[in-house]
């Protein structure tokens, strides 16, 4: 816990260069452009640790600051600071490759995620440190100097800016050349400081073609969020009419009886939107554990609860909140006692290891675009011996990867 108090500080300030002009820039695909915000302001969160601790996130960039004892930090602690400096600058430009790299969008804001740019403002001094409620604190003149920093005369669109009193608790690497400079503000006159351009081209490293990827990170968030979009509406309007087949003709199509139809809620058979009959690989037994993958208003789960009857157990997951809600919504219909809903991702089961005799999906796998991920889920959730009963689009043929990154062939 930080000590409350007057206290000897330095103060770091990580912000994007061309966030404004990023977000004004695409009003329409605003909410891709916080996702990629965010993936970038995590990947900063990431870089921070001690001798810095976060004090508060900025919209643009995160505010930090380290206590020191006197009115210099200790040596070993200036060469940390400026450790952690070089990291954040690095962590931020490979994350951005990465994010360029791996974009399924071709919006504004998706494409030219490279334009953003990374600065640095350091300044040291006193500052008041408390805690209001949970949240930290800092006031004082200094922090309002490093905050006005923040609009400088500096042209390059990365750098890192020193002031002459923070000059000597961070100790930046060899290869950070410094230049002088000043900046003059209103009412606080003069300030001195020590600019470092870093060598982009240094730290350069190009997304491997065979790099993992990264299912949580802001492409794939976006992606799902389009998706999800997709079928909010088949939850909400299943009769609006979709570039795939849906409801009752659908489920007679694949197969499934009329009988079953009858026996669960409507509700779940009008939103279902599948491809396949997971249930005509292998029947389900009494009592027997299932997960359903991507179980949406709840069509194959309560068919599934059924079979296993009131001893077995069936858990839907489905990550489309007007789904699982539809969902739950035929749990209570049906009086289904036998069956859990949770909102999670294909590729984070709400589940522990080995719970379940059989893993059902039907139409989802075709719409993660890291089905090994996917798989590796659905095979910790197995027992072992257990069953994996899948419903989906086969391609006989490789995909090229222009059309996997392409969100509207995604999306339809």
Known sequence: MALTGTRQVTLVIAFFSGYTRFMLSHQKVLAHSQLIIEDLLETLQREVGPPLALVKLEGDGLFLYAPKDGPTAPPEQAAALGRQVEAMLTAFRRRVQYLKATAFCKCQACTEVDRLRLKVVVHSGQAYVSRIGSALELAGVDVIIVHRLLKNSVEADEYVLLTDAACGDVRLPDGMALSRAQEVYPEIGAIGTLVAVPDRAATAAPVASDAPPDPFSAPYRILRQEIRREYAEVARQPDKGFHFHTGRRLAELLGYEAAELDAIPASAVESLAGT?????????????????????????????????????????????????????????????????????????????????????SNGVLNLCPNKLTVLREMHRVLKPGGRLQVGDILVQRPIPDAARHDIDLWTG
């Open 276 to 360: 396949g009959n997971p249930f005509r690989l292998d029947p389900l037994a009494l009592g027997e554990r299932v997960v359903d993958v991507g179980c949406g208003a709840g069509f194959d789960t309560f068919i599934a609860a059924r079979r296993v009857g009131p001893a077995g157990r069936v858990v839907g997951v489905d990550m489309t909140p007007e789904m699982a809600h539809k969902a739950q919504q035929g749990v209570r219909a049906g009086g289904f006692r036998n069956v859990q809903i949770a909102l999670a991702y294909a590729e984070a089961l709400p589940l522990p290891d080995g719970w379940a005799d059989v893993v059902i």
